[in-house]
T-cell receptor, first 111, second 116 residues
Framework: DAKTTQPPSMDCAEGRAANLPCNHS???????VYWYRQIHSQGPQYIIH???NNETNEMASLIITEDRKSSTLILPHATLRDTAVYYC????????????FGTGTRLQVTL | EAGVVQSPRYKIIEKKQPVAFWCNPI?????LYWYRQNLGQGPELLIR????????DSQLPKDRFSAERLKGVDSTLKIQPAELGDSAVYLC??????????????FGPGTRLLVL
């Protein structure tokens, strides 16, 4: 699975959009981009995933560049409860597929 | 719908003692994962089951770790004997893998182990 690069930390004011970047320059054609987050003392929580089209659900939007070498997770109106570590994971399909977590981005939402 | 259930939530033991963790996946999920998460790091896969079969245990330290998933539902992860370096959070996840192998893993709250 391709490696990802994320900034170690980011701050965001409550009510503003949080834009979390991820670089995955070695991604291959059949690999998906997944985002999970982990709130303190909880297990990771699935947010969203995509292949090449932009995706949106009730939690967030995922913007993937046309060359697929990077993506951005957007939390449109961040709240204090969105404070967490956000993991960007590139993952293939097939029997050997697994989630390989990096160290993620620690997002701090402030008043 | 209930999520992934793990117990205990916390465990403190002395080194060289045995310890076991239990996981009940989401109903109907055929794939179960055990991850270990060290402080400040992301989770790392220990073992993956498809139904009763362990299909990826390459990262499981087999000299002291063992796991089982009887009847393809609940699973236990055991450490015997525990070492100081085993202190970590042990996470269980489950998913439903079908013909289209793009599945979402759902995680439990984890068991926080401290070995003294």
């Amino acid at each position: 699975d391709a490696k990802t690069t994320q900034p170690p930390s980011m701050d965001c004011a409550e009510g503003r959009a949080a834009n979390l970047p991820c670089n995955h320059s070695t991604i291959s054609g059949n690999e998906y981009v997944y985002w999970y987050r982990q709130i303190h003392s909880q297990g990771p929580q699935y947010i969203i995933h995509g292949l090449k089209n932009n995706e949106t659900n009730e939690m967030a939007s995922l913007i993937i560049t046309e060359d697929r070498k990077s993506s951005t997770l957007i939390l449109p109106h961040a709240t204090l409860r969105d404070t967490a570590v956000y993991y960007c994971i590139v993952r293939g399909t097939g029997t050997a597929s697994k989630l390989t977590f990096g160290t993620g981005t620690r997002l701090q939402v402030t008043l | 719908e209930a999520g992934v259930v793990q117990s205990p939530r916390y465990k403190i033991i002395e080194k060289k003692q045995p310890v076991a963790f239990w996981c009940n996946p989401i109903s109907g999920h055929n794939t179960l994962y055990w991850y270990r998460q060290n402080l400040g790091q992301g989770p790392e896969l220990l073992i993956r089951y498809e139904n009763e079969e362990a299909v990826d245990d390459s990262q499981l330290p087999k000299d002291r770790f063992s796991a089982e998933r009887l009847k393809g539902v609940d699973s236990t992860l055991k450490i015997q004997p525990a070492e100081l370096g085993d202190s970590a959070v042990y996470l269980c996840a489950s998913s439903l893998v079908g013909s289209v192998r793009v599945e979402t893993q759902y995680f439990g709250p984890g068991t926080r182990l401290l070995v003294l």
